[in-house]
């Protein structure tokens, strides 16, 4: 498990503040129109997880973005908050060209892929970061009722921001891009090394898909 650690700006001490993982579930959505709203997550290929209706007004109805390890709820009773509140719910990609495709195909109406600032439109440049760098490149698409969300391309991680010690994929072409990536980054090597074949490639190949997802330094 992690560790926490708070350092006392008095005393410059590390202290351990906790000990238990705090993993976000599910994060609640407020929503107008519940048949609606399923309707339209369902359209998008989330994952329905259950749509709970024990009675007395209460439902809940839950789905899961693909690859995701947190579920969006909303429902009747589920949240007291003003329908389409929610702003800016960061969906992270990798690939944003073919994830704003998708979402075009699937019914949302997103923008198009835009850098610079996804928080104001006075700050947003047509098209994709000219180097593809880390979460530089945007598309938002909001539901039915107008909450929005912000779906932002991310290939190589901060430091730190990533468990170093595992390394995991949601889904097969998530997988696929970080082997391409790979295999343009190692072409590279293999040309600043005279172009010679590099037999070692699977290890070469392991190493720069790990640090590219923890954000340490990538090998050359």
């Not at 129109?33 to 439902?59: C, H, I, T």
């Not at 969006?72 to 009773?77: C, H, K, Q, T």
Request: hydrophobic share 35%; net charge negative.
């Amino acid at each position: 498990m992690s560790t926490t650690e708070v350092r006392s700006d008095g005393a410059g001490a590390e202290l351990s503040a906790t000990k238990l993982d705090l993993k976000l579930e599910v994060v609640a959505i407020p929503v107008s129109n519940v048949d609606r709203s399923k309707e339209f997550y369902a359209r998008l290929g989330w994952r329905l997880d259950v749509d709970f209706q024990p009675g007395n007004g209460f439902r809940v109805v839950q789905f899961t973005p693909p690859g995701s390890a947190c579920s969006i709820a909303f429902g009747d009773g589920v949240t007291p908050a003003e329908p389409g509140s929610a702003h800016h719910l960061e969906l992270v990609v990798s690939d944003i060209v073919v994830a704003r495709e998708e979402l075009a195909a699937r019914g949302a109406n997103p923008t198009e892929v835009f850098h610079g600032s996804p928080f104001s439109p006075a700050g947003r440049i047509s098209g994709p970061d000219p180097e593809r760098a880390s979460y530089k490149s945007y598309a938002l698409f909001e539901d039915p009722d107008g909450n929005s969300w912000t779906v932002q391309e991310v290939t190589t991680r901060l430091p730190g921001r990533i468990d170093s010690g595992v390394t995991s994929f949601g889904s097969v072409s998530d997988l696929a891009r970080a082997m391409q990536r790979a295999s343009v980054a190692h072409g590279a090597h293999e040309a600043r090394n005279g172009g010679q074949h590099d037999e070692n490639w699977p290890n070469w190949y392991a190493a720069y898909m790990v640090a590219e997802q923890s954000g340490t330094d990538l090998p050359e």
